[in-house]
C-alpha cells in the first residue's frame, strides 16, 4: 500500500511540475534555475510553490482599487504602489495582511535567500500558514546547500590543509552557519568549537582584523570571557590604530562588566591615534558616555 501512495504522490508532483512549466510558459514568466530546481526536486510543495508563481500576475497587472477611495483619481495609485514595494520584510511579517507577506516571501525566494536568514527564521513562526510553509522550506533548502558546501571545504582541507584561502572561506561560512538562527543547544556548542579549532590553527600572518573580532566574538558566545580578552588585548596590541581593535575590547569588558577596564581603556583610546569611523565612534561613545560617574 505505501509503493501505491509513493507512486501517487510522485505522479501528483510529476503532474504539478509540468504544469508549472505550461503556464510559465503560457504567461510568459522566466524562471530561473534554482526556482526550476526548488520546484522539480521537492515533492508537490515545491511544485505548488512554482505553479503559484507561474500563474500569479506580475505587480503592475494588479488591481489596487481596495486600496483606494472610489473617487481618488487614478494618478494617485503611483505612490500607493511605490509605498506598498518599499515595506521592509521584518514589518511586513508583524502586519496583519497575509497577502503582503506572501508576496514579499515570493520575491525573497527569487532573490538569495541566504542574505535573508535571520527573518527566515522568523517568518517560520509566522501565524500565517502558508508564509511560515515557505519560510520552513526555504530554510531547509538552505541549511542543506550550507552543510554540502561545508563538506566541500572539508574535502578540500583534507587534501590540502596548507590552503590557507579555502580556510578563511570556511571560517567564514561556520561563522554565518553559527549566527544564523539555524542552530541550536549542542549543535550550536558544536559548531562553535569547530570554529574557534579552525581559527586556532591559521597562520598569525593571515589573521586580520576581521578575523580577529569574529575569534573574539566567538569566544563570548563560547563564554569563554577570559581567552576572549586575552585576544582582545593581543588585537589592539597589533593594530592599535584601527578602531576594531578598541571596540572589541570594549565589547569583552562590557559583557564581563568590567567598568574599570572600560574607563582605562577610555583613557588611553583619547591619548591615542584611532581610525574612527562615524558608526564606530558612536558606539564607542554610547558606552563610555557615563562610567566616570558609576
Given at each position: ?6 507512486a501517487?504522490?510522485?505522479a501528483?508532483?510529476g ?33 505548488v510553490v ?14 489596487r ?16 504602489m ?10 511586513a ?16 525566494l ?7 536568514l535571520?527573518l ?11 508564509t ?12 542543506r546547500?550550507i552543510?554540502?558546501?561545508m ?8 587534501n ?5 584561502a ?15 538562527g ?8 558544536r ?9 586556532e590553527?591559521?597562520p598569525?600572518?593571515?589573521i586580520?582584523?576581521?578575523l580577529?573580532s569574529l ?14 580578552r586575552?585576544?582582545?588585548g593581543k ?6 590604530q584601527?578602531?576594531r581593535?578598541?571596540?572589541e ?11 574599570n577596564a572600560?574607563r582605562?581603556?577610555?583613557d588611553r ?7 574612527w ?18
Amino acid at each position: 500500500m505505501s509503493e501505491v501512495w509513493m507512486a501517487a504522490i510522485l505522479a501528483l508532483h510529476g503532474a504539478l511540475f509540468l504544469a508549472v512549466l505550461l503556464f510559465a510558459s503560457l504567461r510568459g514568466r522566466r524562471l530561473t534555475a534554482p526556482q526550476v530546481w526548488f520546484s522539480a526536486c521537492i515533492p508537490v510543495f515545491g511544485a505548488v510553490v512554482g505553479l503559484l508563481y507561474a500563474i500569479a500576475r506580475e505587480p503592475g497587472e494588479e488591481k489596487r482599487s481596495h486600496l483606494l477611495r472610489a473617487d481618488k483619481r487614478e494618478a494617485m495609485a503611483a505612490p500607493e504602489m511605490e509605498a506598498e514595494k518599499s515595506i521592509p520584510l521584518e514589518e511586513a511579517l508583524l502586519m496583519n495582511t497575509p497577502d503582503v507577506r506572501r508576496k514579499l516571501m515570493m520575491n525573497l525566494l527569487r532573490s538569495d535567500p541566504r542574505k535573508h536568514l535571520d527573518l527566515l527564521v522568523f517568518a517560520r513562526y509566522n501565524e500565517d500558514t502558508e508564509t511560515a510553509h515557505y519560510a520552513t522550506a526555504t530554510l531547509t533548502e538552505a541549511q542543506r546547500q550550507i552543510q554540502m558546501e561545508m563538506q566541500q571545504m572539508q574535502a578540500a582541507l583534507a587534501n590540502d590543509p596548507e590552503d590557507n584561502a579555502t580556510r578563511v572561506e570556511y571560517i567564514r561560512l561556520m561563522d554565518a552557519y553559527a549566527r544564523s538562527g539555524l542552530l541550536e543547544g549542542h549543535l550550536l556548542d558544536r559548531q562553535r568549537i569547530e570554529l574557534k579549532l579552525s581559527l586556532e590553527s591559521l597562520p598569525q600572518e593571515v589573521i586580520s582584523p576581521d578575523l580577529a573580532s569574529l575569534e573574539i566574538r566567538n569566544l563570548l558566545d563560547l563564554q569563554q570571557a577570559a581567552e576572549a580578552r586575552a585576544h582582545a588585548g593581543k588585537m589592539l596590541a597589533r593594530w592599535p590604530q584601527d578602531e576594531r581593535s578598541w571596540l572589541e575590547s570594549l565589547r569583552v569588558f562590557v559583557e564581563t562588566h568590567d567598568k574599570n577596564a572600560m574607563r582605562e581603556l577610555k583613557d588611553r583610546a583619547e591619548e591615542s591615534i584611532v581610525d574612527w569611523t562615524a558608526p564606530g565612534l558612536e558606539q564607542a561613545q554610547y558606552f563610555w558616555g557615563d562610567i566616570h560617574e558609576a
